[in-house]
């Protein structure tokens, strides 16, 4: 890590490397408090979070109607089981079937994360299957979850191979239209897709692709269902990024931002989709309980009152702006929509870019060797995009002066 002191290494990152799985490599830092787009760390270090959890702190750490529904509703009813059902449970469907525009006939299945939420769009569509629609189609890169059925979802062949055999059943196309129009035949129950593919770059589909994918799926009978998990809940400045498109689904799915940091998933249905699950198909014991839908529904209730939905288009513009206003020749430049934003590098670098940042105080992530992932809160305004221009900026020239360094001296500075 660029600058930093490796003489002693801190206990707690003893007591992580002794008593947590090594599913993750060493974590970075120890947070103990969050406010708005910003963290603390053990030691008393302000960070800017351009990264909000990956996508997930739509309104900032600690927004007080994100803390006054925790409170309130843990201090009224927490849990009662899906052989119940209770009011913030109910509010939350019918705000996420608007929000959606599923019409009336929309229905909502709730679970604790991305992945539960993609396992019930996995068994919508083999229940849409029969007998006679084995296939199903998802595309390559995009990222569905890490349990066995999302990860069988997941166009990662070096993802999967530690766990094979994998479920069967699901191809995987380029994001072509063309690529659709050759698989497509009336065997295939749905196709997954991943409107802009977070976890692969930030990579955006071609143009067009979504309306056509709608049209091809629907004159083979097909499910189309969305992931919009990373993208939805305003971030791409719009509710979901399928609205982008002007298109109906078959299905959504829905987690990270919804719920600011409570645990929480929804699978979405539109239309006849959703009459495909009866009674004993699937369940989760805290699916939608009371405290995760009390909390998700003020959530979604602040970013519509506060109009951050809007303000996640605008401030997305600046966010790509304040990027090239650095100046960096590392830049090669943006993708992405909204406070979705993809820095694309010239170099393999993004690692060192994060290390760089962090020690500038700028909390940010490398979607790949050459991505790195801005998804700050939605609640950004000019400061924030002030601090992180310049943040970022100290960052891209840390690890410029480095590349440099590297030109003239045999041993590499930049590997972290
Ligand atoms: C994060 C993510 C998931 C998985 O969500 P978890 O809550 O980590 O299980 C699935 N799909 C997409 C597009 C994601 O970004």
Known sequence: MTGASTTDKPSWKDAASRDLVLNSG??????????????????????????????????GHAHPAFVEAAATQAATLTHVSNYFATPPQLALAAQLKRLAGTGPEGRVYFGNSGAEANEAAFKLARLHAGADRPRILALKDAFHGRTMGTLA????????????????????????????????????????????????????????????????????????????????????????AFQHAGITPDAITVAKGIGNGIPIGALITFGAAGELFYPGTHGSTFGGNALATAVSSAVLSEIERAGLVENAAVRGAQVREAVTATGSDLVEGCRGQGLLVGVALRHPVAKAVVAAAQEHGLIVNAANDSTIRLAPPLTIGDVEIDEFQDLFGKALRTVEDALLLDENHPTPEVSA
């Open 26 to 59: 060493d974590r970075y830092a120890l947070f103990v408090r969050g406010e708005g787009a910003y963290l603390w760390d053990d030691e008393g270090r302000r960070y800017l979070d351009f990264l909000g959890g990956i996508a997930v702190v739509s309104l």
């Open 153 to 240: 979802l997941t166009g990662k062949p070096y993802m999967q191979a530690p766990f094979e055999p994998m479920v069967p059943g699901v191809e995987f196309l380029d994001s072509t239209v063309e690529a659709l129009e050759a698989a497509m035949d009336d065997r295939v129950a749905a196709l997954f897709v991943e409107p802009i593919k977070g976890e692969a770059g930030v990579i955006e589909l071609p143009e067009g692709y979504l309306a056509a994918a709608r049209e091809i799926t629907a004159r083979h009978g097909a499910l189309l269902i969305v992931d919009e998990i990373q993208t939805g809940a305003g971030r791409t400045g719009a509710w979901f």
